[in-house]
């Protein structure tokens, strides 16, 4: 019998993830990750890093949009 060949598909070239970050935790802040990481059965911490801080990073700046009227102008 002939192998089954998968096709696969070379993700668009924004996608494409090359830049490194690393970080520090010290030993309350990593145990806090792990319980959690347990907790939920999270199995690919990359992913949850990556997503929970994009999210963090999205809403704040959906708070600090530029409006074309300051916050007092708009409640009066």
Known sequence: MKKQQTQTTS?????????KVSFLLNEEEYGMIRRYVAKYRIRNKSNWYRSTLLAHILKVMEADHPTLFNEYEMRR
Do not use: D, H, K
């Open 11 to 19: 993700p668009p070239s924004g996608s494409i993830r090359n830049r």
